[in-house]
């Protein structure tokens, strides 16, 4: 048994880490302390206006432990690992976990390259990011590779030069080709030198060079010529243009501020790089309650520089933040230089705080109402047809559709949407074992059944066992069911669920003459709808949705059983067979020509089965000249890659 008060006399005096955990040992809470004695011993004194966000957490304390570090350094990376890995309830958690771009110059190469990257590693290349957009990186080193025409090619040069054939990048002069010996590698070195003065800011020199060689080409009358480097020139003066100076330092820092009401709270961030802005991005906070901006602050720059390879120079905070002693010399031994945390308070950099908590300010109020537009579409939908159908709840609705050809390949779907929303880890799919031919009817009793029998199955598993949690989809009944179709479809619902001693509410989504969602079938009653409302819209996608996967199904079933092989028909040649003749031979007519003799010095095609593949295409033809399916002109790589049927 944890006694509370005799582990409180335990605790040491020094820097450390401790985990509050409550009853079911869930974590609650991860904090550190310059002294694990005073810090943790706080927490069970009398309520000293810590607000009831603590109160409540220490209400749930079970028990605590403790690992004691060497720091208080030590102590602020082990909480900030705890954290991540454990994303405690009481903990104020960064939600956005995301890697950023860096465009990377592999200088560590002979023959560098410009590659995309979302790390950054300790090596001999160098990095220029992050940047917020992979698209516009993507971009950027494409028109770099036009501009200075550098490899994008794994070759390992210069031991491969000459071993190949140049690739198409140099025959439509986007590549100088190294890999041939076409350029030395001091040239070489030139062109990378160009691209990182380019990546650096300098655009001068390169918009120079562009528009001399337009000139000249314009000159000679080699207008395609004139075109490529006006199109190149345009390009580059758009990167540039999109550059914004914040400041003549040069520096690189980023700009960090928060907008919180009531229980959210979004932080923005300006990435500044030698000078320019490159970009921005917003981050939500949550588990907030409690916490104050420079609280909620300081958890974020815990938080998101652990995660982020880049370091910058400065952070420009709008409040001031406990630990910046220590958190800056965690910061600069990350960086491996000194890093600073300021808060501005007059100037330039003081103005560009206040626009970052402006931006921050707006992505809150956007997010919201987007927010409430969301709920209107998903909660608001399903209280407005619990209400038309008159029931309490419709939280989860299950919905059932059956997909044929002619009774060919009869499958059923289930969709499900919990609280307007879909739900794609319960769908589920049936392929139906008792009925052949076109009986839609007989197909959903089928599906019905099996859905509620296997449901009640693992009820009972789970009360046997005394267990809480679920097994699966099939355990959670749905409030509503709805059946795509009218009053048949309906009533075979209905009685599945009477002869299993279910009781749900069961609607029919009825169609009009041009297959377009009209209504709800309920209590042998169509029941009209708005069909400017919320909750028609919903049951219109519902219906698409359970269409949707009901027709996928039943189409991956159909190419399964059309995509066939002469060679399947013959006894004795399996999946191993027919690909070792694949292999073998260079087409069906080759295999039809073969003698029985040529088939068998394949090793995997026995004597006895190559007579009977002879045997196969020498009979006599069948009645009305069949000789069964021809193979498509690329048979070899179709049947090589088709899936196998089901079981």
């Known amino acids: 048994m944890f006694q509370v008060e005799e582990e ?19 974590i609650l809470y991860v904090g550190k302390a310059v002294n694990l004695h005073n810090r943790v011993r706080s927490y069970f004194r009398e309520n000293i206006g810590r607000g009831p966000a603590i109160d409540k957490m220490v209400s749930l304390i079970a028990r605590f432990e403790y690992i004691v570090t060497d720091s208080e350094l030590e102590a ?109 590698k001091e040239q070489y070195r030139q062109q990378v030198a160009g691209a990182l003065e380019f990546l650096g800011g300098n655009y001068g020199p390169i918009l120079k060079d562009l528009e001399e060689k337009m000139l000249q080409a314009a000159e000679c009358l080699e207008f395609e010529e004139a075109a490529r480097f006006r199109d190149l020139y345009n390009s580059v003066k758009s990167v540039a243009q999109k550059q914004k100076i914040t400041d003549s330092d040069g520096e690189d820092k980023d700009v960090i501020a928060l907008c919180q009401e009531e229980e959210d709270a979004v932080v923005q961030v300006f990435f500044v790089r030698d000078g320019k802005l490159i970009g921005r991005e917003h981050y939500y906070m949550t588990h907030i309650a409690g916490r104050t901006k420079p609280q909620i602050l300081g958890d974020f720059v815990k938080q998101f520089y652990a995660g982020t390879p880049f370091i910058p120079r400065e952070l420009m905070l709008q409040y001031e933040i406990e630990d910046t002693e220590l958190l800056e010399k ?17 100037g330039i950099k003081e103005k560009l705080v206040e626009l970052a908590a402006q931006n921050a300010k707006l992505v809150l109020s956007q997010d919201r109402e987007k927010l409430k537009r ?20 419709a939280d989860r609705m299950e919905a059932f559709d059956i997909s044929n050809i002619s009774g060919f390949a009869n499958v059923g779907s ?33 599906v019905l059944t099996r859905r509620f029998v296997h449901g009640m199955e693992e009820s009972r598993e789970l009360a046997a066992k005394d267990l809480e949690k679920e097994f699966g989809s099939f355990t959670r009944f749905p409030d509503l069911l709805l059946m795509d179709g009218g009053r048949g479809q ?28 009209r209504g709800l079938y309920y209590q042998n009653v169509e029941l009209p709808m708005d069909t400017h409302s919320e909750g028609f819209k919903l049951i219109t996608r519902i219906q698409d949705e359970a269409h949707r996967f009901a027709i996928e199904y039943h189409r991956s079933l159909r190419s399964k059983s059309q995509v066939q092989s002469s060679l399947d028909q013959i006894p004795g040649v399996g999946q191993a067979r027919r690909k070792a003749l694949m292999r073998g031979f260079r087409s069906m007519e080759e295999i039809r020509n073969a003698s029985a003799e040529e088939l068998a010095r394949l090793p995997e095609i026995p004597l006895h089965v190559a007579r009977q593949i002879y045997d196969y295409f020498h009979a006599a033809p069948r009645p009305g000249g069949e000789e069964g399916p021809e193979l498509h002109p690329d048979w070899e790589e179709r049947a090589a890659s088709r899936p196998e049927a089901e079981e």
């Open 76 to 184: 602020l990376v082990l909480e900030n690992n705890l954290i991540k890995e454990h994303s405690p309830k009481y903990n104020t958690l960064l939600k956005d976990d995301k890697t950023y771009p860096y465009i990377k110059v592999t200088l560590g190469e002979e023959y560098p390259r410009i590659l995309f990257s979302r790390q950054m590693k300790k090596d001999k290349s160098k990095y220029f990011g992050p940047y917020t957009s992979a698209a516009a990186v993507k971009d950027t080193i494409e028109l770099l590779n036009k501009l200075y025409q550098l490899r994008t090619c794994n070759r390992s040069l210069p031991r491969d030069i000459g071993l190949d054939r140049p690739c198409l990048n140099y025959h439509i002069k986007q590549c100088l080709a190294p890999c041939q010996g076409y350029i030395s």
């Open 414 to 446: 289930m969709v499900v949407y919990e609280k307007g929303k879909p739900k794609p880890s319960d769908y589920r799919k049936f392929r139906i074992r008792t009925v052949s031919g076109p009986d839609d009817y007989a197909c959903m009793k089928e």
């Open 8 to 26: 409180l006399r335990k605790l040491p005096g020094k820097p450390g880490v401790y985990i509050m955990r409550d009853a079911q040992d869930g």
């Open 330 to 346: 965690w910061l600069s031994g990350r960086r491996g230089a000194r890093t600073y945390i300021r808060v501005p308070k007059i």
């Open 374 to 393: 969301e709920e209107g579409r998903t909660i608001g939908a399903v209280k407005e047809i619990a209400s038309l159908l008159g029931i309490s709840r």
């Open 490 to 517: 309906v009533n075979i619902a209905l009685a599945v669920l009477a002869e299993l001693g279910i009781d749900i509410p069961v609607c029919g989504m009825v169609k009009d003459d041009n297959h377009r969602t």
